[in-house]
């Protein structure tokens, strides 16, 4: 007899009272299969809104609902490790609280994907929601040209394609994982840490979730910033060995860059404009501009 892949889906939240409840919507209007999905587990930060109440009532509504509630902040650091220890299934998808999904096949395609790969880590392709003001425009064209060099890295096989809003991981590697509490970026850890136990990875690009990314600049400045900090973070536990993983081709950088002007002259010059602008804001030690992975970015908020 055919034995059927059974799934969970671990998402880690901390005042998320706006956003939890439409998730949880969208992952159990998701289309059936050839999978059984055993659990939706949400791990609550001692929230201070209503985050742990939505939870609850779901919960009570659908049995598969799991709020694992702490009563002190411990991190989100810590609430992924929780996460992985409890997970018993197959494959483990890994969910920001704030992501949104369209596409109602997306648990089939991971399940599918997962088995035609066998990968044990695989990275979803996370894309920003439209944008409506000109800052919010030039902001997601800088991060299609980076999608455009990143998805060419070694054949997507790359750290930089390895995105914390949304992955899954098989049970194999899941049950290993353990992320130090002083690694700020979760999900350039679980690459290399995957890469150095010789999991096998899968950037699977045609499995789309969606982001609102901030639509100015100083709200982007401080995410930014952050994202650039954390590989000394890693780089500070793994050592110097982890740059390798951080190299990006100068010919895919160039061939990215001719493709995008072509696509738009106007928004590719102000998206270089503010690359530039970042490097040189990047040395900035403001601590405005650190933020930890729990901070909410305001203008990254969805209006529902």
Request: hydrophobic content about 40%; some cysteine.
């Amino acid at each position: 007899m055919k034995k059927t892949i059974t799934v969970s889906v671990a998402i880690a939240a901390y005042n998320e009272e706006e956003y939890i409840g439409q998730l949880l919507e969208n992952i159990l209007s998701l289309d059936s299969g050839d999978y059984t999905l055993e659990k939706i587990l949400v791990a609550d930060d001692c929230s201070e809104d209503n985050t742990a109440k939505i939870i609850s009532n779901y919960s009570k509504k659908y049995g598969k609902i799991y709020c694992l509630r702490s009563d002190m902040r411990s991190g989100k650091i810590f609430q992924l490790n929780r996460l992985f220890t409890e997970n018993k299934s197959d494959i483990l998808i890994c969910l920001d609280s704030d992501v949104k999904i369209f596409d109602k096949n997306l648990i089939n395609k991971v399940v599918e994907i997962s088995k035609q790969s066998s990968a044990d880590l695989l990275a979803f392709h996370d894309q920003p929601l439209k944008a409506s003001t000109f800052a919010g425009k030039v902001i997601n064209f800088l991060i299609e040209i980076w999608y455009e060099i990143r998805n060419n890295i070694n054949k997507g096989d790359s750290i930089h394609n390895m995105h914390g809003c949304s992955y899954a991981v098989s049970k194999k590697y899941g049950k290993t994982i353990s992320i130090p509490k002083q690694v700020i970026s979760d999900d350039e850890f679980i690459y290399i840490d995957s890469r150095l136990k010789r999991m096998r990875f899968y950037f699977a690009k045609n499995i789309n979730v969606y982001y609102k990314a901030p639509d100015n600049l100083k709200d982007y400045l401080r995410q930014a910033t952050r994202h650039q900090n954390t590989y000394f973070d890693i780089k500070a536990y793994f050592g110097p060995k982890i740059d390798i993983y951080y190299k990006t081709p100068y010919r895919l950088k160039i061939t990215a860059a001719i493709k995008m002007f072509v696509k738009s002259p106007i928004l590719f010059i102000a998206a270089i404009c503010l690359k530039l602008y970042l490097t040189v804001a990047k040395n900035l030690t403001d601590r405005d501009l650190r933020i930890s992975n729990w901070d909410r970015i305001k203008s990254a908020y969805v209006k529902n």
